[in-house]
């Protein structure tokens, strides 16, 4: 069905007529001119993200339902880096012509997925008309405590660094797929340059080999923002100093709260978690599996510093890794190599508005 047959306000009522609230801090969500939120003795997060298409992703090789998971997930994943727990998120989108009502309504299978993963309300949004691609703006609000929010700003020397799951996983997925889609526009242009009509038909079919890579596929198609991580900090009793989730990659990130707090920081190639698959894929591409790790991002990861004093709690934690330390700024941010060799930290992962 075209989105023009029942326009805009028929989409959202189509989109949103049975959502049901799970949070008291919505009053009223979809239906007005305003959601409705109250926050009577708690701080709110807000935070923004905007996913344009042929830069954020590529429907290539991405589906809306996934493409909706992770529109959620990457926002999601912010309030968590607050630590703070997530309550409502709004969705705008900006459509063309070539998206019919049941590719909206795949999205958000997706996107409500994700949402009731985390008890998410999904409390309004924008829907409006594009010429260049598919455009979407999530907003997501949140609460915490003022004792239990975390900055980027609060690392002191001494403090240990720390990351949850492994990195470098969703750039080694980008790889895969960027590659296999190559191959298949290169058959095809073949094909066509030589009128084979058979194989233009074949390649229609075209399904790529992922055997052995399904890891890599779900870390870039399938991100999850990790309160499960929160949830064990909070059990045991630990308060990061400093917190950020995983985007552009662990040394722009690193070297962001090692700005923002003023200090200087030691990590350890042989402590860095890679998955398996990561380093084969790696060695496949002739990558360097460190570089993927420290560059790659879309890990949505978290990475935070602790007092000294909770290594042993943060030890105990499955699913987390120490990774190096904090020192004073005059040592600046260094990488210790597996041969001991030191080398300067650099952020050379993903940079937004760059040529």
């Not at 239906?31 to 807000?46: I, Q």
């Not at 705008?92 to 999205?107: G, H, I």
């Not at 190639?269 to 879309?298: H, R, S």
């Not at 190096?324 to 050379?348: M, P, W, Y």
Request: charged fraction near 25%; charge should be negative.
């Amino acid at each position: 069905m075209e989105i023009a047959k029942i326009g805009e306000f028929g989409l959202i009522d189509r989109l949103t007529k049975d959502l049901e609230n799970k949070n008291e801090s919505t009053k009223y969500g979809v239906g007005d001119d305003c959601a409705v939120l109250s926050y009577p003795d708690k701080e709110v997060l807000v935070t923004t993200d905007l996913l344009m298409e042929g830069v954020h992703f590529d429907l290539t090789y991405i589906d809306l339902k996934h493409l909706g998971y992770k529109s959620a997930m990457v926002n999601i994943s912010d309030v968590f880096a607050m630590n703070g727990t997530p309550r409502q998120i709004t969705v705008s989108l900006a459509l063309s012509k070539r998206f019919t009502v049941e590719d909206v309504e795949t999205f958000y299978s997706g996107l409500r997925l994700a949402c009731d993963k985390w008890g998410v309300d999904i409390v309004g949004g924008d829907t409006t008309s594009s010429y260049t691609g598919l455009a979407i703006s999530i907003t997501c609000i949140g609460e915490a405590s003022k004792e239990d929010i975390v900055y980027r700003n609060g690392a002191k020397d001494t403090d240990l660094v720390c990351v949850s799951g492994d990195l470098g996983a969703a750039y080694m997925g980008l790889q895969l797929l960027e590659r296999e889609k190559s191959v298949y526009y290169s058959q095809v242009e073949e094909a066509k340059r030589k009128g084979d009509k058979r194989a233009i038909e074949e390649l229609a079919h075209f399904q790529p080999d992922f055997s052995g890579k399904e890891y890599l596929l779900q870390r870039q198609l399938q991100t999850e923002a990790r309160g499960d991580i929160i949830e064990k900090l909070r059990e045991a009793g630990i308060r990061p100093t400093a917190m950020m989730d995983i985007s552009d990659g662990l040394s722009s990130e690193l070297l962001h709260i090692c700005k923002q707090s003023g200090v200087g920081c030691r990590i350890f190639e042989k402590n860095i978690p890679i998955d398996y698959q990561t380093a084969v894929m790696a060695e496949e591409l002739n990558m360097n599996v460190t570089t993927c790790a420290l560059n790659g991002g879309e890990d949505y990861e978290l990475l935070f510093t602790v007092p000294i004093g909770d290594h042993e709690k943060i030890e105990k934690i499955e699913g987390v890794k120490l990774i190096g330390h904090i020192t004073d700024a005059k040592f600046g941010s260094v990488l210790v190599t597996r041969d001991n060799q030191e080398f300067e930290l650099k952020a050379q992962g993903w940079t937004h508005l760059s040529e």
